[in-house]
């Protein structure tokens, strides 16, 4: 099992920037494909960045140009930094490493959690 610590949340002003940490202990997670998501208040979970253990990302469309995701597989960390914010950010921020297993021949992915990172955008 991986274990993940975020770190880096806080409150920040419109259009400041902040960078969230992804510490993974436990295990490496460089065969992980890695991804943050974010929950705001009365809404579910939503995916915001992901980063593949080959390095491809995707952006949901409400962060591209502003969100950049990124890992350091040698440290064991993974990173979102996140620019121009605003209100509409707010959220508690989530990292998951994704690992996978195969039982009777059907691939099964395996979701590990942080416990989260609170992120307040407001003036």
């Known amino acids: 099992q991986v274990q993940l610590v975020e770190s880096g949340g806080g409150l920040v002003q419109p259009g400041e920037s902040v960078r969230l940490s992804c510490a993974a202990s436990?295990?490496?997670?460089?065969?992980?494909?890695v991804g943050w998501y974010r929950q705001a208040p009365g809404k579910q979970r939503e995916l915001v960045a992901t980063?593949?253990?080959?390095?491809?990302?995707v952006y949901a469309d409400a962060v591209k140009g502003r969100f950049t995701i990124s890992r350091d597989n040698v440290k064991n960390m993974a990173y979102l930094q996140m620019n121009s914010l605003q209100p509409e950010d707010t959220a508690v921020y989530y990292c998951?490493?994704?690992?996978?297993?195969?039982?009777?021949?059907?691939?099964?992915?395996?979701?590990?959690w942080g416990q989260g990172t609170q992120v307040t955008v407001s003036s």
């Open positions: 998951n490493a994704r690992d996978s297993t195969v039982i009777l021949g059907v691939r099964i992915p395996l979701d590990y």
């Open positions: 980063i593949s253990s080959g390095g491809s990302t």
């Open positions: 436990g295990r490496g997670f460089s065969g992980d494909d």
